[in-house]
């Protein structure tokens, strides 16, 4: 069966500080991948999605990024992070496009 | 307007209760999916459909693609239904990855 894994839990980081959110997924191959924000009391919002290895759709503009380096791992990364980047952040996986996705347990973060 | 909506937002119910919820939208979609995100954050697929009805257990999600307007049911409810329930839709047209969501209806059921 499928699994998708999101570290870490939970984080607190200071404004200006680097992120390196991890995601991967388990028992599935060139699955779509998917990261979203929830922000505190707001809808989840589509950051990015992937459709295969280094290619990459960002469907908001913002200081963040994501890479995909391996078939089943999605990164999201900032290089300073501003303190409306708090929230809730969760990864999520489809077999194809425009399919049922299945979401990770999410990052909560803090930025401070 | 936002495109998809969710009504009501808050939902309190005694345990044992027939509830409903409901989702309308106002673009043309391919598909539709419930989700339920726990208190804890986080969210779990219930349902995609794009026709009819399905029933999984005491949920059944319905959708009526003329009217826009899909709603999902719980038969029996129990307080560990007590969640956020978040309509998504696929839109014609719409980016590979882009679900349009609403924005949740929180359901808390008492014993």
């Known amino acids: 069966s499928q699994t998708i894994h999101q570290w870490p839990a939970t984080l607190v980081q200071p404004v200006g500080s680097p992120l390196s959110l991890e995601c991967t997924v388990e028992?599935?191959?060139?699955?779509?991948l998917y990261w979203y924000r929830q922000a505190a009391g707001r809808g989840l919002q589509l950051l990015f999605y992937?459709?295969?290895?280094?290619?990459i759709s960002s469907e908001v503009p913002q200081n963040l990024s994501a890479s995909r380096p391996q078939d089943r791992q999605f990164i999201l990364s900032s290089k300073k992070l501003l303190l409306s980047d708090s929230g809730f952040y969760l990864c999520?996986?489809?077999?194809?496009?425009?399919?049922?996705?299945?979401f990770g347990p999410g990052t909560r973060l803090t930025v401070t | 307007k936002n495109e998809v909506e969710q009504s009501p937002q808050n939902l309190t119910a005694q345990e044992g209760e027939f509830i409903t919820i409901n989702c309308s939208y106002s673009?043309?979609?391919?598909?539709l999916h419930w989700l339920q995100q726990h208190p804890g954050g986080g969210i779990v697929s219930l349902f995609m459909l794009s026709s009819g009805k399905k029933k999984h257990g005491r949920l059944i999600a319905t959708i009526n693609i003329q009217e826009k307007h899909s709603s999902l049911h719980i038969t029996a409810s129990h307080p560990r239904d007590s969640a956020v329930y978040i309509c998504a839709v696929y839109p014609y047209g719409g980016s590979q990855g882009n679900l349009i969501f609403g924005k949740g209806t929180k359901l808390s059921v008492k014993p």
């Open positions: 992937s459709v295969g290895i280094g290619q």
């Open positions: 028992g599935t191959s060139n699955p779509n």
């Open positions: 673009v043309g979609i391919s598909a």
């Open positions: 999520a996986w489809s077999i194809i496009a425009r399919a049922e996705q299945y």
